[in-house]
């Protein structure tokens, strides 16, 4: 069935290192969608790609869909300990509005 | 707006009793997901509603699991028979029926089968 995988699970990094989680697809993604979540709190909207290799930025964080749209980036420049939380992506194809989401990457910030 | 709001915030069960979360999702938003989530896990699917239709249910979700949504509005899930292995959060999102709508999360219901 459909699957996202993500990879790493865990990341932790020094304060102001940069941060990259990746996210992979068997099949083709017609979009894919990125949420965190803080600790103890629940998935928050990030953004949405659509297109063949899109990239779009906020702030800090940059995310990217592959050209073959099977695959996708979330990357944090000069991380902040307000960055801690998991970080997940999930298919957007089904024509539900139905999410499938990876397992997510949790990342831990040492000031 | 408030957002989407989800009761209780936790629950405490044993073993076989049957336990009821509610959920009131964005009062715009005509589609109504459950989903479940374990410690390091993302979350998963397990049903969808769109208004008052039940239109998806995951091959996860056993018959012990019912939800409605009678109005259109606000919906429940229903667990009978609860088991250890049903302990979890359980989440409530609502998005518009547009493809590819964003979710919107509630701060879910944990549950504890003891």
């Known amino acids: 069935g459909q699957q996202v995988m993500q990879i790493p699970q865990y990341q932790h990094v020094q304060e102001g290192e940069d941060f990259t989680t990746y996210c992979n697809s068997s099949?083709?993604?017609?979009?894919i969608q990125w949420y965190k979540q803080r600790p103890g709190g629940h998935p928050v909207f990030l953004i949405q790609?659509?297109?063949?290799?899109e990239v779009k930025k906020q702030k800090r964080l940059t995310f990217q869909f592959g050209e073959a749209k099977k695959n996708s980036s979330l990357h944090i420049t000069a991380t902040q300990t307000t960055d801690v939380g998991t970080y997940f992506c999930?298919?957007?194809?089904?024509?539900?509005?139905?999410?499938?989401f990876g397992q997510g990457t949790t990342l831990q910030v040492k000031p | 707006d408030t957002g989407v709001s989800q009761n209780p915030r936790h629950k405490i069960t044993k073993r076989g009793q049957n336990v009821t979360f509610r959920c009131d999702p964005i009062?715009?938003?005509?589609?109504l997901y459950w989903y479940r989530q374990t410690l390091g896990q993302g979350p998963e699917f397990l049903t969808y509603?769109?208004?008052?239709?039940?239109?998806?249910k995951s091959r996860l979700l056993s018959d012990r699991f019912s939800a409605e949504r009678p109005k259109g509005s606000f919906s429940t899930l229903e667990i009978q028979r609860t088991e250890q292995g049903d302990s979890a959060m359980y989440l409530c999102?609502?998005?518009?029926?547009?493809?590819?709508?964003?979710?919107?999360f509630g701060n879910g219901t944990r549950l504890t089968v003891t």
């Open positions: 099949t083709t993604l017609s979009n």
């Open positions: 999930a298919d957007g194809s089904g024509n539900t509005g139905k999410l499938i």
């Open positions: 999102a609502s998005s518009f029926s547009i493809q590819s709508s964003p979710l919107h």
């Open positions: 509603f769109q208004n008052e239709a039940q239109l998806e």
């Open positions: 009062s715009e938003h005509n589609r």
């Open positions: 790609l659509v297109k063949s290799g």
